[in-house]
Every structure is written in structure tokens, then in C-alpha cells.
Nanobody, 128 residues
């Protein structure tokens, strides 16, 4: 059984920053160092959308256009943890943010169907 636990969400003013974390764990202590990790978000009344992805080696990173230059994805394989640094936050970034682990290749990184394991999500609210 794989468990993903997001943390770091909260209420922040426009222009502020938050750092989300995603800790992956299994009873067997399996490493996810070879897996693509992704972040998705779902705003109220909208479909869940892909936000960012990072390859196992961290050499490949990609972002949805709306967050490029503001968000940074990273990972620490020694701790089975991924991060999403979010700067210059906007009200339209308000959503539940989910991390996910893929057992597929890099190509379908934007597709929800490429991800096998999902966290429960953490709420991010950007409001003055």
C-alpha cells in the first residue's frame, strides 16, 4: 500500500508564497526515486488540472503555462519527498493541490491516467 501525504497548504495573500511537500511511503520502504512525481490542482467547480512534473533524476521538469516562472518543483529521493515552491501566488491559484506518483514514462506526464498513486490533497487559498 502506497501512501502520499501532502502538507504546506494554507491561506496566503496575493503575491505571497507557499511551499507544498509530498511524502511518499510504503510498508515495504520502497523508494520512488525512479518514478515521475506530479502535482495537480482542482479549483472549485473546475476539472482537476496538471500543474507540474519532475523526473526521477530531477533532470526533467515541466509546468503548465499558467505557473511557469512562479512555481518550482523539486524532490529529495533520499526522503521520498517532493516539493512545490509557489511564489507570486494569485487568487486563481486557489485550489486543492494533489501530488501523484506515476509508473509511466515522461511523455504522458500531463495526463491523470499516467499516475497510479494519489495523495488526499492540501488546500491552498489565495485571498486578501
Amino acid at each position: 500500500q502506497v501512501q502520499l501525504a501532502e502538507s504546506g497548504g494554507g491561506l496566503v495573500q496575493p503575491g505571497g508564497s507557499l511551499r507544498l511537500s509530498c511524502a511518499a511511503s510504503t510498508a515495504s520502504g520502497r523508494s520512488f526515486g525512479d518514478n515521475i512525481l506530479g502535482w495537480f490542482r482542482q479549483a472549485p467547480g473546475k476539472e482537476r488540472e496538471w500543474v507540474a512534473a519532475i523526473s526521477g533524476s530531477s533532470l526533467l521538469k515541466d509546468y503548465v503555462a499558467s505557473v511557469k516562472g512562479r512555481f518550482t518543483i523539486s524532490r529529495d529521493n533520499s526522503k521520498n519527498t517532493a516539493f512545490l515552491q509557489m511564489n507570486s501566488l494569485k487568487p486563481e491559484d486557489t485550489a486543492i493541490y494533489y501530488c501523484a506518483v506515476s509508473e509511466r514514462s515522461w511523455i504522458p506526464r500531463e495526463s491523470e491516467t499516467a499516475y497510479k498513486y494519489w495523495g488526499q490533497g492540501t488546500q491552498v487559498t489565495v485571498s486578501s
